[in-house]
């Protein structure tokens, strides 16, 4: 497994716009970019690659360009999962900060980001004496909906290694949370320290054979070491180059090698210094002999003869000798490849030797070569199934693909690791985007985790590392860690308290304790207050950019699901061990991305939470209906995006839009007064950037907006206009420098408390003061920060974020109530319905109460004190409705929405019955309505009946064989039985 993640501030600068189709013919099967290490793999292309692929796979990708080819591909495409696909999401979080304002990759230097790590320490330091407090609510375990089982859809680790002196001791390496530590056998984890910069891409981790506080990790293309525990760490080489693996010598443990996508380093005063550059290839594996303890082997990558070579080395290193008898060798060498190669060795039979090889040996192969096995220390080998790569049969048909899918996707050795049984020598384990086992030296193998499993299925796809320590064995993928002590017949889920979910979208509650969001590696994840604090369900999904919450039925979620053709709404369960149930899908999907401030969402009315709006592709789109049907309110140019939409609470009809025109990177904004109905741009943001702009209004004041530029230059970063966009406001202040904003929050009930999430921190603006106030302390130094979200039920503001987990703190000032009523519409239908509302208010609810006015009274209300009263009309009318919110310290607001309901009752029953249906049969007779009523797919509705007997019955029947999967009605049955 390899692959990484550098961290680091973005020197902004300009942009062009236009998507160019790179020339196919550049390359020659596979293509040659600068920056192999920022995709997970590198395939061949060929005329049938799409232009977006090849432009990214180019020497000087404009990634802009890139993300439009990208979504212009896919809204004419159906969505397959390919390797392109993958490498896209990963080279977008790779590269994320690095890219320019025209839209180009500009990594930092190493003295760039040595000064940027020093200044975001100086600045921790000087936060900390303020004694504030950020504290992770995970997600620390996760749970397989329906069961009580802690299910591996959290994290995506790395790396790991268990202590051999100390067996409960083990350290794991995640891709872009940190390194974290257990010291009860995988039970319970925790962070080794918020304070390290080597957040992204651990891919190598190590422990000292006899001293498990002595631990190496491979990450930021250096090599870090901690001699306390993971207390502290101290860079110890700056390897320029991805780290795949670090050995300590058993016999000798001052001496450790590490091998790298630069070649191999050695150790030898037990990692404190790295001298010795020993190779300058691509050294994939170093494993030492089990018994002998001078003899170790390396398996290096030789780009001319294509293939990872096996060296043995008798002398601990001194000397290298190929071992090249009856060995690998491609077929095929202009049309091969080389992903990779892992090393197994077993105690069982100390000379034998295991080389898993990925790659191609020639034109069609895709991902797999095989295996092959030595029994005399490399002098001798085979290929126990007969052949290198293809042809493949089916799956867990041998010879198969056991790297990849069925269509060929696969991850090369971005998803890699092999190991042998240290108690059987035919007993081997390998992990590619499946788990799989061979039990016979490596002859045959069957799928047994993952896609296609034979008796695992809930193993998480996508092998990282595999751990065999005696009787144990432990595997680490992209949902986290799984642990058997029975040669993987069985197996549990150990992640516990690794807060390492990876955030693309983020959806909170309002009176409810409610969190969701779309996630990379491991899809939806769902938190309700029952659940306890950072426990969490799988909630489906697979990696969108998604999660929404409904605003009075908190339980109620909402997620993309392309592949059902629209928006599906999940209804949590109210307990661990509960099922999640589906609701009806909406028929649009929001515009969505993995890209930076380039995505809309699923936004709702602040006074109905029927009424939903979006933004889907070039138009605002506008729901009365619950999402049954949507209607465009605006379209803002052709093949354009819309992007965020902000719903103004003080007057609604006011609601502003960021919108990103066809072939630029730049972003407009657009503002109606009218609810929809006409539109004016704003006036251009004075900032040398709007390529990544995020926007948030005054809950008091729609004319006040603020807005963060994610590009934008030193002291150009933050603007507000208090004129709805005709004049702006330069809000950025010198400790803004070097920040590289991501989201932005007014918190209501304030004067302009407005919280700024940049990469690595959280910034408020005091308004008395004039400045902004770091209030990043408590969070990990490396934050990366993704979305803001506040939950003023309990007086939190709360962080999403890209590896990290979620965050929260006490709100940055006290605030005062702001108090908004919400129902579903503004129209009901029938006078006896039971009306639901809800306070949808900016309010503590700690010792707050709530008083309701209806005017004209209403026939019954639940009652005028509770948060949430249910009110019965009786009468045709308008009605105003007055919310008045008072919090705990006696603070006060009330709000009247006048006509907030119209009744115009369509469900009188007749006075006079009528003949519409008889039955005469003597027994479980029944009639058909000639025309039955229609409703939507999700749609509440009642029905009133007379009925007469002729005889002593039971209770009539109302029978419907509506097709609710299909939205349909086709009739009602009224039913009367026999007594």
């Not at 110890?236 to 795949?244: E, F």
């Not at 990990?780 to 979305?787: G, H, M, N, V, Y």
């Amino acid at each position: 497994m390899r692959q990484f993640i550098l961290l680091s501030a973005l020197v902004a600068c300009c942009f062009t716009a236009v998507f160019s189709q790179t020339d196919v013919s550049a390359f020659s099967n596979y293509p040659n970019p600068p920056h192999p290490e920022y995709f997970k793999t590198i395939p061949p292309i060929d005329a049938n690659t799409p232009a977006w692929a090849v432009a990214m796979y180019g020497p000087d990708p404009n990634v802009d360009e890139v993300v439009d080819a990208y979504l212009k591909y896919y809204r004419e495409h159906e969505y397959v999962k390919t390797v392109h696909g993958q490498n896209y999401k990963f080279w977008l979080k790779t590269v994320s900060e690095w890219v320019d304002d025209s839209g180009h990759i500009r990594p930092p230097s190493r003295e760039q980001e040595e000064n940027f790590y020093r200044k975001i320490k100086e600045r921790r330091a000087e936060a900390e004496q303020r004694n504030l407090g950020w504290t992770s609510i995970g997600p620390f375990e996760t749970y397989k909906s329906g069961t009580t089982q802690p299910y591996s859809n959290q994290v995506n680790v790395y790396s790991l290694d268990q202590s051999k002196s100390s067996p409960d001791v083990l350290f794991a390496g995640t891709e872009s949370g940190g390194v974290y530590k257990t010291t009860d056998h995988g039970l319970n984890w925790s962070l080794t320290n918020p304070d390290e910069v080597f957040v992204g891409g651990n891919t190598a981790v190590q422990i000292h054979p006899t001293n498990p506080d002595l631990v190496i990790v491979g990450a930021n293309n250096r090599l870090y070491r901690t001699t306390d525990g993971g207390a502290t760490w101290a860079e110890v080489r700056y390897l320029g180059s991805s780290a795949n693996e670090v050995k300590f010598r058993p016999s000798h443990p001052d001496s450790v090698f590490c091998t790298a996508d630069n070649g191999l380093y050695l150790s030898t005063d037990g990692g404190a210094t790295w001298p010795t550059h020993v190779f300058a290839e691509t050294c994939y594996d170093v494993d030492w002999h089990t018994t002998s303890p001078d003899t170790v082997y390396l398996l290096k990558n030789n780009a001319d003869s294509v293939r990872a070579e096996l060296f043995m080395s008798p002398d601990g290193g001194g000397n290298w000798f190929l071992k090249n008898n009856g060995y690998y060798s491609p077929s095929d060498p202009a049309n091969a490849n080389v992903n990779g190669g892992k090393i197994a060795l077993t105690a069982a039979d100390p000379d034998r030797v295991y080389v898993c090889l990925i790659g191609a040996d020639k034109a069609n192969d895709n991902g797999w070569i095989g295996i092959l096995r030595s029994n005399d220390r490399g002098e001798n080998w085979t290929v126990p199934a007969g052949q290198y790569g293809g042809p493949y049969q089916a799956i867990n048909t041998m010879p198969w693909n056991a790297a990849a899918y069925s269509n060929g996707y696969h991850q090369g050795f971005y998803n890699f690791d092999c190991e042998a049984s240290p108690n059987n020598a035919d007993l081997l384990w390998f992990g590619t985007v499946r788990l799989s086992e061979s039990s016979d030296g490596g002859a045959s193998y069957i799928s047994i985790g993952a896609a296609n499993s034979q008796r695992l299925s809930d193993v998480h796809a996508d092998i990282q590392a595999i751990v065999v320590n005696g009787g144990e064995v432990w595997v680490a993928n992209d949902g986290g860690i799984e642990f058997s002590t029975d040669s993987l017949q069985t197996f549990e889920s150990r992640k516990n308290g690794i807060a390492g979910s990876n955030y693309w979208g983020f959806g909170s509650g309002w009176n409810e304790d409610v969190l969701v969001g779309g996630r990379y590696h491991v899809g939806n994840s769902g938190y309700y207050q029952s659940y306890g604090t950072g426990n969490s369900i799988k909630l489906g999904g697979v990696e969108e950019a998604t999660g929404y919450v409904h605003p009075i039925e908190n339980r109620k979620v909402f997620f993309n699901k392309y592949w059902a053709g629209g928006t599906v709404t999940i209804n949590m369960p109210d307990a661990i061990g509960g099922a999640y149930t589906n609701g009806a899908t909406l028929p649009l999907i929001p515009n969505e991305s993995y890209s930076t401030s380039n995505s809309s969402g699923l936004y709702f009315d602040p006074r109905y939470a029927g009424h939903y709006f979006m933004g889907e592709g070039s138009s605002i789109w506008k729901s009365t209906d619950a999402g049954i049907t949507f209607q465009s309110l605006h379209d803002f140019g052709a093949n354009g995006r819309t992007l965020e939409i902000e719903i103004s609470r003080n007057n609604p009809d006011y609601i502003y839009v960021v919108f990103k025109p066809d072939g630029t990177s730049y972003r407009d904004i657009y503002r109606t007064t009218d609810g929809g109905s006409t539109w004016n741009q704003l006036t251009t943001l004075p900032s040398n950037s709007r390529s990544r702009i995020e926007i948030t209004l005054n809950p008091e004041d729609e004319n006040e907006l603020w807005v963060s530029s994610g590009n934008g230059a030193n002291g150009k970063k933050v603007y507000k206009t208090l004129d709805g966009g005709s004049t702006w406001t330069n809000m950025t202040t010198a400790t803004l420098n070097g920040e590289k904003a991501k989201d932005i929050h007014y918190q209501g009930g304030t004067n302009d408390l407005v919280y700024l999430a940049t990469k690595n921190g959280i910034f408020y603006y005091d308004a008395n003061a004039g400045d902004w106030v770091d209030y990043g302390n408590g969070l990990p130094l490396i934050a990366k920060s993704f979305k803001l979200a506040p939950f003023y039920r309990d007086g939190k503001i709360r962080i999403a974020t890209g590896g990290r987990g979620v965050w929260e703190n006490a709100m940055a000032a006290t605030f005062t109530p702001v108090a908004q009523p919400m129902t579903y519409a503004d129209s009901v239908f029938c006078s006896r319905d039971t009306v639901q509302f809800d306070c949808h208010s900016m309010l503590k609810h700690s010792g707050a109460s709530w008083q309701w006015t209806f005017s004209p009274a209403p026939a019954w209300v639940s009652s005028l004190t509770a948060r949430n009263p249910k009110v019965v009309f009786g009468a045709n009318g308008s009605y105003d409705v007055t919310l008045a919110v008072t919090d705990g310290s006696g603070a006060t607001d009330s709000k009247t929405i006048p006509g907030m309901v119209t009744v115009d009752s369509r469900c009188e029953p007749d006075t006079i019955a009528g003949k519409q249906l008889e039955t005469t049969g003597s027994s479980n007779s029944y009639a058909f309505a000639p025309t039955g009523p229609q409703f939507g797919a999700d749609q509440d509705f009642s029905v009133s009946v007379w009925f007469k007997t002729t005889s002593t019955t039971s209770d009539g029947v109302i029978i419907s064989n509506k097709d609710w999967d299909a939205g349909k009605n086709k009739g009602w049955v009224f039913s009367i039985a026999n007594g």
